[in-house]
């Protein structure tokens, strides 16, 4: 019976977090400094925030959303509409970030194309703290 209780606290302690949402228009597949700063900084942070992520997805993922995991935190990956050398664009679906931002008590940009710019009209039109 007092694990139980125990297991509650928790649930209500993950409840209080606020929600942090990381924009970013990097492949987390890729070895380069926006990934190194993301698997630095996330694992720091993430007993602090309840963490999402919004990514574009590997180049395998033409039309759907996919949803996952990545260092422990919740990752929606989008699809990728086009390859520009080396440089992958995501194909925004507003709908779902809207959702996403809508329920962020904090947006961070980490990149602003494509994603990111279509998270930053969201967050400033309902008045949501942007950190860049």
């Given amino acids: 019976m007092k694990k139980l209780k125990l297991d509650n606290k928790k649930?209500?302690?993950?409840?209080?977090?606020?929600?942090?949402?990381?924009?970013?228009?990097?492949?987390f597949e890729r070895s380069d400094g926006i990934v190194r700063f993301l698997s630095e900084v996330i694992p720091r942070i993430k007993n602090k925030f309840d963490i999402h992520i919004l990514a574009p997805s590997r180049g395998e993922n033409k039309h759907e959303i996919k949803e996952g995991e990545w260092n422990g935190v919740h990752v929606k990956y989008f699809p990728i509409k086009k390859k520009v050398e080396d440089f992958e664009i995501a194909l925004p679906r507003l709908r779902e970030i809207k959702e996403e931002v809508c329920g962020a008590d904090v947006v961070w940009l980490q990149t602003l194309v494509p994603l990111g710019i279509c998270a930053a009209h969201y967050a400033k039109y309902y008045k949501i703290p942007i950190c860049y």
């Avoid at 209500?12 to 990097?26: F, Y």
């Fill in 11 to 27: 649930e209500k302690k993950s409840k209080n977090l606020k929600k942090l949402l990381i924009v970013t228009d990097c492949v």
